[in-house]
């Protein structure tokens, strides 16, 4: 038996090889068929439409967020460091 790098199986070593074969990538092909059926059905479901444009849209707020809270930990960071600065590094709370 040999198998490539894609898992896909090349050839038998066995009597009937080209009927093992022949059966082999008609079972792939029924699959990758099956498999584009069901993502045209799920392309054309109205709620993943719905969902899709929700997260869409969710994203650019998330992101927003993010930034907001980076940037207000740089404050807090840099708030801390100008006080340390001025009152002195080695001073004593």
Same mark, same amino acid.
């Given at each position: 038996?040999?198998? %490539? ?12 090889? *080209? #009927? ?9 092909? %029924?699959?990758?068929?099956?498999? *584009? ?5 799920? !392309?054309?479901?109205?709620?993943? *439409? ?8 969710? !994203?650019?707020? #998330?992101?927003? %967020?993010?930034?907001? !809270?980076?940037?207000?930990? *740089? %404050? ?18």
């Amino acid at each position: 038996m040999t198998i %490539d790098a894609q898992n896909q199986l090349l050839s038998v070593t066995v009597e009937d090889e *080209e #009927l093992i074969l022949a059966a082999y990538k008609a079972a792939v092909k %029924d699959l990758e068929l099956k498999i *584009e059926a069901a993502i045209h059905e799920i !392309r054309s479901d109205s709620r993943l *439409e719905a969902i899709s444009t929700f997260a869409e849209a969710n !994203r650019g707020s #998330l992101e927003a %967020d993010r930034v907001r !809270r980076q940037r207000s930990r *740089e %404050d807090e960071d840099n708030n801390y460091y100008e006080e340390r600065n001025n009152r002195g590094w080695f001073f004593e709370n």
